[in-house]
């Protein structure tokens, strides 16, 4: 039996996680880190039995030609499944484009599939010194500027976001954030707001979050980069 991905979910049709573009989702198990806003909690652990797999979505995706622009790759973190770079294979040879969403964590294997891809966001979550209170993982900031410089470097397009929570990143951190961003030769950043879907951390979902990031914040950020978004 060939190695196939192991499949945590699929959305058949979605506007907002290509930019642009009607995509399908294929959300790949596991991930090593624990972040305590994380929305899709239930794709950390890795080996889960579910009743998709990967040869029932690739055929419903032979299907749907012309009808979806491209196939998304999200997680978890889907550059630890072995089997990433043939299902991108498979979903180029069907038409489609190609896109992942990856928190920078595994080098070697994004390496191995960025030639596949023809857009990628990428989460970078918090200035170096602060990544393990984010993550849950000491040592987790080790390979998220090798990763980032990667991206900027093949000619890829992007997009690169940071999930913000005023308990988790002050407006000062997250100006030093942009900062580190920007000296990286970021061009394309989002700030994207908590959002309590999915998120199993009490005291995050209870928290008040008005006026965050503040527009004076926000306008110094945007100073930094040509493209800028707040995501809600």
């Known amino acids: 039996m060939r190695n196939s991905l192991r499949i945590g979910g699929f959305t058949p049709f979605s ?3 290509y930019p ?3 995509a399908a989702v294929v959300f790949v198990q ?3 880190w624990r972040c305590s806003y994380c929305h899709n909690p239930h794709l950390q652990e ?3 039995a579910t009743d998709q797999t990967w040869d029932a979505i690739r055929s419903f995706l032979s299907r749907r030609t012309g009808l979806i622009d491209a196939v998304v790759f999200s997680g978890g973190e889907a550059t630890m499944d072995p089997a990433l770079a043939l299902a ?3 979903v180029r040879e069907l038409g489609f484009q190609v896109g992942l969403h990856t928190a920078c964590i595994y080098p070697k294997q994004l390496e191995r599939v960025l030639p596949l891809l023809n857009w990628v966001g990428f989460d970078v979550k918090a200035p170096l010194a602060d990544y393990a209170a984010i ?3 000491q040592g987790s900031d080790r390979a998220v500027h090798q990763c980032a410089e990667m991206i900027l470097s093949s000619g890829v397009d992007y997009e690169c976001r940071t999930t913000i929570h005023p308990t988790l990143l002050s407006e000062q951190k997250i100006m030093a954030l942009a900062l ?3 000296a990286i030769g970021v061009q394309h950043y989002v ?3 908590f959002r309590t879907q999915g998120c199993q951390t009490k005291a995050l979902n209870q928290a008040l979050i008005a006026d965050y990031p503040s527009l004076p914040l926000q306008e110094k950020i945007r100073a930094l980069f040509p493209t800028l978004l707040i995501r809600a």
């Open 15 to 17: 506007a907002t996680d």
């Open 20 to 22: 642009g573009k009607l």
């Open 191 to 193: 700030l994207q707001k």
């Open 46 to 48: 890795r080996g889960t």
């Open 180 to 182: 580190e961003l920007s």
């Open 135 to 137: 993550t849950g993982v």
């Open 30 to 32: 596991g991930c090593p």
């Open 88 to 90: 991108m294979k498979e």
